[in-house]
């Protein structure tokens, strides 16, 4: 489809961090944006705020007259989050509609611009958010799709007025394998979706596509490890390639040296925790170099890049509590966060509220999970929240809390969850999780600021 010729987009399942940025895309495009999901929250009522029309009620009468019948200026975007039973899905399918993926329309949107694609099963949402607020803050420019809402911009979306773009690229469901980016990243190839993809090998050969379709002249930057041959590798202490080096905490800040062979970068001061940001900024950096910006620019924007929501937000910060939120929901990404919590705040207890994503994922990584959770001190476990999955026999918050060594351990609900920090209000407190974890937040910064 050419993009030029969409006038109407309808999103099924609108609400959702990447379907959202695509609709605030064509809102700017002067497009009628309508869409459905299946409750409002705020990033909807945001949307609506914005001129998006979007139904709660998943019903084909429902559907405003301008998207009942297919037409060849009319977009359909649907998320594989929705159920295959669902009323509007299917009146679009029985309708005659093509309808098309998230990744499909960024596709779409990217063909004939400069692409630059993040990929990876954790990180890209951070370094994506980086690379977009570099080039912004520099004045270099781009438009950017992110899958949260980056911080010094309160949107998941940014305009731009010349023609490069950044996408984080999903491998969910081998969705990144409709781009063709101009550089690309790899943060990371940790086995996912295992319900989708069965087991690491397929998920790595679906990484191993993605890095195929950079186009001749394109730059690729994988982290340091991965099971992937590139020319450009970055991480940690990696002597072959880019790398961090000198990194200390100052103030309670990371700070670090860029070194690339040809550019070195002193004494970056990061105001995101955690070394696995630093290998984060090691590939924003390395693009940034690569479109041609100067060192001494990237460090400035770098310096004042404030995150994503969700991705090790400070939500309390005081002489008395610190209470983080995080999006972590698989076992290395708790372990990166846990391990920044323990390096900012050696010696404090550290108490974790989480919340398991998928009963795949939690029967998949059970043990992984156990064993990162064994290490912090006081841990509550919510059910698991299922998204888009059924129940499977066996496997639930008792089977994972099950195999977690600490002695202080519990399985509470969201309202038990509220009396017990009311209670015990604890000096250091993470919340982490994908699922609806988000909605505790604002009870729990009210319960610390009572």
């Known amino acids: 489809m050419e993009l030029q010729a969409i006038k109407r987009v309808y999103f099924v399942g609108v609400g959702g961090i990447g379907m959202s940025a695509l609709a605030r895309y064509f809102v700017m495009r002067g497009c009628l944006v309508n869409g459905y999901d299946k409750t409002s929250t705020k990033l909807c009522a945001a949307l609506e705020a914005e001129g998006i029309s979007i139904c709660y009620q998943d019903s084909a009468e429902s559907i405003a007259p301008e998207f009942v019948a297919p037409s060849d200026s009319t977009l359909i975007v649907y998320t594989p989050a929705i159920p295959?039973?669902?009323?509007?899905?299917?009146?679009?399918?029985?309708?005659?509609?093509?309808?098309?993926?998230?990744?499909?329309?960024?596709?779409?949107?990217?063909?004939?611009?400069?692409?630059?694609?993040?990929?990876?099963?954790?990180?890209?949402?951070?370094?994506?958010a980086m690379i977009a607020h570099i080039l912004k803050a520099t004045g270099f420019d781009c438009t950017a799709f992110l899958g949260g809402i980056a911080s010094n911009y309160n949107s998941n979306f940014l305009a731009g007025?010349?023609?490069?773009?950044?996408?984080?690229?999903?491998?969910?469901?081998?969705?990144?394998?409709?781009?063709?980016?101009?550089?690309?990243?790899?943060?990371?190839?940790?086995?996912?979706?295992?319900?989708?993809?069965?087991?690491?090998?397929?998920?790595?050969?679906?990484?191993?596509?993605?890095?195929?379709?950079?186009?001749?002249?394109?730059?690729?930057?994988?982290?340091?490890?991965?099971?992937?041959?590139?020319?450009?590798?970055?991480?940690?202490?990696?002597?072959?390639?880019?790398?961090?080096?000198?990194?200390?905490?100052?103030?309670?800040?990371?700070?670090?040296d860029y070194e690339n062979g040809s550019t070195s970068i002193l004494g970056i001061r990061m105001l995101l925790p955690g070394r696995h940001n630093i290998e984060n900024a090691l590939a924003a950096v390395s693009v940034a170099l690569k479109v041609g910006?100067?060192?001494?620019?990237?460090?400035?924007?770098?310096?004042?890049?404030?995150?994503?929501?969700?991705?090790?937000?400070?939500?309390?910060?005081?002489?008395?509590?610190?209470?983080?939120?995080?999006?972590?929901?698989?076992?290395?990404?708790?372990?990166?966060?846990?391990?920044?919590?323990?390096?900012?705040?050696?010696?404090?207890?550290?108490t974790v509220i989480f919340q398991p994503h998928l009963f795949t994922r939690t029967r998949d990584f059970a043990e992984a999970f156990a064993q990162v959770l064994s290490t912090?001190?006081?841990?509550?476990?919510?059910?698991?929240?299922?998204?888009?999955?059924?129940?499977?026999?066996?496997?639930?918050?008792?089977?994972?809390?099950?195999?977690?060594?600490?002695?202080?351990k519990k399985i509470l609900n969201k309202t038990q969850v509220l009396g017990y920090i009311e209670a015990k209000s604890p000096a250091l407190l993470v919340t982490v999780g994908a699922g609806d974890i988000d909605t505790l937040v604002e009870p729990l910064k009210a319960i610390y600021h009572a």
Not at 309 to 327: C, L, Q
Not at 378 to 397: K, Q, S, T
């Open 84 to 128: 295959a039973n669902s009323a509007i899905l299917n009146h679009f399918r029985q309708a005659g509609f093509k309808l098309h993926k998230r990744s499909e329309v960024l596709g779409i949107i990217s063909a004939g611009q400069f692409c630059i694609a993040v990929a990876g099963t954790h990180g890209k949402t951070t370094t994506s």
């Open 293 to 350: 910006i100067e060192g001494g620019e990237i460090k400035k924007a770098l310096e004042l890049f404030t995150g994503v929501k969700r991705r090790f937000e400070y939500v309390v910060r005081n002489a008395d509590h610190v209470y983080i939120d995080d999006y972590a929901h698989h076992p290395e990404e708790l372990k990166a966060c846990f391990t920044a919590v323990r390096e900012l705040f050696p010696g404090s207890k550290l």
């Open 161 to 256: 007025e010349n023609n490069v773009v950044v996408v984080e690229a999903d491998e969910y469901d081998r969705s990144f394998l409709t781009l063709h980016p101009d550089i690309a990243v790899i943060t990371s190839m940790d086995a996912d979706h295992l319900d989708i993809y069965g087991d690491a090998a397929q998920l790595h050969e679906s990484f191993h596509l993605f890095a195929g379709q950079l186009k001749p002249e394109g730059s690729l930057y994988v982290k340091a490890g991965l099971p992937l041959t590139a020319a450009d590798t970055y991480g940690i202490g990696h002597t072959s390639g880019v790398s961090a080096t000198n990194i200390r905490v100052e103030a309670g800040h990371f700070v670090f």
């Open 376 to 408: 912090v001190d006081d841990l509550v476990l919510l059910d698991i929240y299922p998204a888009r999955e059924l129940p499977i026999p066996g496997i639930n918050a008792e089977y994972l809390l099950d195999m977690v060594t600490i002695q202080d």
